[in-house]
C-alpha cells in the first residue's frame, strides 16, 4: 500500500477482504486469509521521487505494528536516485549512474494465458515510458531483496514451523497410534464410506490436515516425512473412497522417491497408481490430471535412459485426451522411441503417422504436414510402395487446403509412378498433376519429373489389317483426293508407331 495513505488500517483490512476469492478459498479448502496462521506481511511503498516523506511512512507503520505485529510490516523505498520530477527523473538520474540491465525484467513480461489462466490477468498493463524497471537503481532492488530476506526470516519460516507442530500434533491424536488403528480398522469394516469423490475436504478436517502437513514437509524438503504422511492420508483416502486424493496421494509419493530415490521404490509404479485413479475422476479434469502424471512419469524414464518405457508411458495417456493433446503425445511418444538404442524408426514412424491424423482431426494441419513429411523417407515407393503413395495422396490433399501449390504439386508428381494401379486411378492421379501444374503455373520443364523416352532408331511399325490394303479400306477413310488418302494413311501409321512403342 503506498506509504502516505490516510487510513491504512482500512487499507489492511480491505486487502484481508478481497472482493474475488481465490479457488481454494471458495471451496473452503484453504486456510482463510484472516486465520492467525495464515502468513501475512504489509509493504508500505515510499516513492522517494514523488516527495513522500519520512514522517508519514514511519506513523502508518507504527500504526500497521500494533494491529499485525513489527516482524509482519516493513517500509520499502523506491527511486531513491531522485528527490522530485517523478519516475521520468528518477529514469534519467539511474542512466546516468547506471541501470539495471533490461533483461533483469524480461521474465516479467512473459505471455498471459487467453481470459487469464490460473489466475493472472487478462492482459498486462502497458510499460512505462522508460521501460519495465529502468527507473529502479541497483540500491532499490538490494532493498526489495533485503525486505524479502526479511519476509522469510522473520514472517514465513516461522509460521511454517508452528504450523507444523500443530498439525502434527492433531495428526498425531487423531491417526497415530494403537488406539486409532483399531478404532479405524473397525470403521472400516462397519463400511463406513465416506464424501463422494466429486467432494473435497474442508481444510479443518483430519484428511485435509495430513495433506497439508506433507505437502509442507515436501515443501522444506522433508521427503521420508512427507511420504509417511501421504501413506497415512492415503490409507482413509483409498478406504472413504475417494480417488482424486488418493491419487493426489500416490502421485507424490512417486515424486518424493524420484526426489530421494531408495532402492526399494520405484517411482512409476506410484505414478502408475495414481494414473489408474485418475481415470476415474469424471470429467476434464480427471483426464488432465492422469495426463499430468504419466507426463511425470515419461520424464522421469527418459531422464534415467529408459525411453521405451516413455513411450508407453505417453501412448498410455493419450487414449482419453482431446485431439490436439493426443497429437502432441504421440508425437512425444514417436521421439522417445528414436532414442532408444538401437532406434524403433519403424515404430516410431507409425505413432508420428497417428500424430498426424490427430492433428487434422484438430484442425492444426501445418503441424500434421509436419509429420507427415517426417515420416514419408522412412517408407521407401520400392518396399513400402502403398504406404509412401497414401503419405503423398494426403499430403497433397492437405497442402491443396492450405494453399500451398508448389508442395501439391510435388506430392503428386510422386503418385505418376503407378503402374501396378488400375488404369482409372492412373488417369486420377494424372488429372491431379495436370491440376497442380495449372494451380503452380508452371511454364515449361518441371525439376524432378521423370518422362519415359522413346529411341526412334529401334522402333518398328507392322500392320497386319485392313488400313495396310486399300481394296479392303473403308470408304469413308478414303477422302475425296489423292492427297487426302494419303494425309489419312500417315496418320494411322503415327497411331500404330505410337501404339507399338507404348507396349
Not at 522473520?154 to 491424536?173: D, F, G, K
Not at 511418444?333 to 490427430?358: D, E, T
Not at 511399325?461 to 489423292?482: E, I, M, N
Request: charged share 15%; with cysteine.
Amino acid at each position: 500500500m503506498p506509504a502516505d495513505t490516510s487510513h491504512p488500517l482500512q487499507v489492511a483490512a480491505k486487502l484481508l477482504a478481497p472482493e474475488q476469492q481465490l479457488p481454494l478459498h471458495a471451496t473452503d479448502s484453504m486456510l482463510p486469509i484472516k486465520d492467525p496462521m495464515f502468513a501475512k506481511h504489509f509493504v508500505l511503498l515510499q516513492d522517494k521521487a514523488a516527495g513522500m516523506e519520512d514522517g508519514k511512512a514511519l506513523s502508518n507503520l507504527a500504526t500497521l505494528s500494533n494491529t499485525y505485529g513489527t516482524a509482519n510490516c516493513s517500509i520499502l523505498k523506491l527511486y531513491s536516485s531522485s528527490n522530485k520530477g517523478g519516475a521520468g527523473a528518477a529514469a534519467a538520474a539511474v542512466t546516468a549512474s547506471g541501470a539495471v540491465p533490461a533483461a533483469v525484467f524480461q521474465a516479467c513480461r512473459s505471455a498471459v494465458v487467453p481470459g487469464g489462466g490460473a489466475g493472472e490477468p487478462e492482459h498486462w498493463l502497458p510499460e512505462p515510458p522508460g521501460g519495465l524497471g529502468q527507473a529502479l537503481s541497483p540500491d532499490d532492488m538490494a532493498a526489495a531483496g533485503q525486505l524479502l530476506k526479511n519476509f522469510c526470516e522473520r514472517t514465513l519460516l516461522p509460521r511454517l514451523e508452528e504450523r507444523i507442530a500443530r498439525l502434527n500434533l492433531s495428526v498425531s491424536t487423531a491417526r497415530k497410534g494403537l488406539k486409532n488403528r483399531l478404532t479405524r480398522l473397525w470403521k472400516g469394516a462397519a463400511g463406513d464410506s465416506g464424501p463422494p469423490q466429486d467432494v473435497s475436504y474442508p481444510w479443518h478436517s483430519v484428511e485435509a490436515q495430513m495433506r497439508c502437513l506433507a505437502d509442507l514437509a515436501f515443501l522444506l524438503g522433508q521427503y521420508e516425512f512427507a511420504v509417511q504422511m501421504y501413506r497415512l492420508a492415503a490409507q482413509d483416502y483409498l478406504a472413504a473412497p475417494n480417488s482424486k486424493w488418493y491419487a493426489g496421494a500416490e502421485e507424490m509419493i512417486g515424486l518424493c522417491s524420484i526426489l530421494a530415490p531408495s532402492p526399494s521404490g520405484d517411482p512409476v509404479k506410484y505414478l502408475n497408481r495414481a494414473f489408474e485413479h485418475y481415470s476415474k475422476v469424471r470429467g476434464r479434469q480427471g483426464r488432465m490430471l492422469s495426463t499430468r502424471v504419466m507426463m511425470d512419469a515419461a520424464a522421469y524414464q527418459a531422464a534415467v535412459g529408459r525411453h521405451f518405457a516413455a513411450s508407453m508411458s505417453l501412448m498410455r495417456a493419450h487414449f482419453d485426451e482431446e485431439a490436439a493433446r493426443a497429437a502432441l503425445l504421440l508425437e512425444a511418444a514417436a521421439y522417445a522411441l528414436l532414442r532408444c538404442q538401437p532406434p524403433s524408426a519403424r515404430k516410431a514412424a507409425f505413432h508420428l503417422v497417428l500424430a498426424g491424423l490427430r492433428y487434422h482431426t484438430a484442425k492444426q494441419k501445418r503441424l500434421a504436414i509436419h509429420c507427415y513429411m517426417q515420416v514419408t523417407p522412412a517408407y521407401s515407393p520400392g518396399t513400402w510402395r502403398h504406404i509412401s503413395e497414401h503419405l503423398h495422396d494426403i499430403l497433397g490433399k492437405q497442402c491443396v487446403e492450405l494453399g500451398d501449390a508448389e508442395g501439391c504439386l510435388k506430392h503428386c508428381m510422386a503418385l505418376l509412378d503407378c503402374s501396378h494401379r488400375p488404369p482409372a486411378a492412373q488417369g486420377q492421379h494424372l488429372v491431379r498433376f495436370l491440376e497442380a501444374v495449372k494451380a503452380a503455373g508452371v511454364c515449361g520443364p518441371i525439376p524432378g519429373l521423370h518422362l519415359p523416352e522413346v529411341v526412334t532408331d529401334t522402333v518398328l511399325v507392322k500392320f497386319a489389317d485392313q488400313r495396310c490394303y486399300q481394296s479392303y479400306t473403308p470408304p469413308a477413310l478414303l477422302g475425296s483426293s489423292p492427297m487426302a488418302f494419303a494425309a489419312n494413311a500417315a496418320g494411322a501409321a503415327v497411331d500404330g508407331s505410337s501404339s507399338s512403342s507404348s507396349g
